[in-house]
């Protein structure tokens, strides 16, 4: 079946699949709203503690499905605006999560398939994939937070390229300048993902959530107040069960519990 998200759970990672691999996995306005529910269901679900997202076959995302777009140019500002009000909804929700999300690249991402991958928090990527930033090439300018999330990891100079050209770039230049965190052999993305993911999964999941928090909040807050955010995260975490465990198995030289 195409158009469908599919998704599995093993051992507190949950993998979600766009699989529509007819149009190389186009994101799609049940897409969005799918994704979106199901992060939100995973934010409040304990036995989820990692989320792993990834395309079916050979490609990671095509962007938006461009087949709608001449009849979106003809309508309304406001119907035109309702489609990327969705996307951006799902680019929310990722970096709301409290649950750490790692992007499985095969292939490549264009587009809004860029965005998708870049608001996880970890990405890994197949050798000889790329991004590219594609919409200049019809014309069009870049959503879901691409620019944002490129400017806040790479020069401006190559997120100008990107963006003004559309060109691909390799995922081994991206990696070198930190935007990709592992590069597998091609067919192998998933399987890194799931088991960075497994790893998260068993660490201490309130430390990774505030940590994620913390992340998020250091892009726009002044440097005094996010110095009172981490203080009280680290006072409350000195205070709790997880930071407990974790000092007790430091002390006592062992593997900590954070089940």
């Not at 996307?87 to 965005?115: F, T």
Request: charged share 20%; with cysteine; net charge negative.
């Amino acid at each position: 079946m195409s158009g469908e998200i599919i998704t599995s759970a093993v051992g507190g990672v949950l993998t979600v699949t766009n699989s529509d691999p007819a149009t190389r996995n186009a994101l799609s306005p049940a897409f969005y709203d799918g994704f979106r529910k199901t992060l939100e269901n995973a934010a409040t679900n304990p036995a989820v503690r990692a989320i792993v997202v990834t395309g079916a076959g050979e490609f990671f995302c095509s962007g938006g499905n461009v087949s709608g777009l001449k009849e979106r140019s003809e309508s309304l500002y406001a119907d035109r605006r309702k489609g990327v009000d969705k996307l951006h909804s799902m680019i929310r929700a990722m970096r709301a999560c409290p649950k750490p999300i790692i992007a499985a690249i095969e292939g490549g991402a264009a587009g809004a398939g860029v965005s998708l991958a870049l608001a996880s928090d970890i990405v890994v990527a197949a050798r000889g994939a790329y991004l590219s930033v594609a919409y200049v090439k019809i014309g069009l300018t870049p959503d879901g937070g691409a620019t944002a999330l490129l400017s806040a990891a790479l020069p401006r100079q190559l997120v100008s390229e990107m963006v003004w050209t559309g060109d691909r770039i390799g995922v081994e230049r991206l990696h070198d300048l930190g935007l990709i965190n592992r590069l597998t052999d091609p067919g192998d993305a998933l399987t890194e993902a799931q088991a960075f993911a497994a790893r998260l999964a068993t660490g201490a999941r309130d430390a990774i959530a505030t940590g994620k928090a913390l992340i998020a909040a250091a892009e726009h807050a002044d440097f005094e107040s996010h110095l009172d955010s981490e203080a009280d995260g680290i006072a409350t975490a000195l205070g709790s069960a997880e930071g407990r465990e974790g000092i007790s198995a430091f002390l006592e030289k062992r593997r900590p519990d954070f089940s």
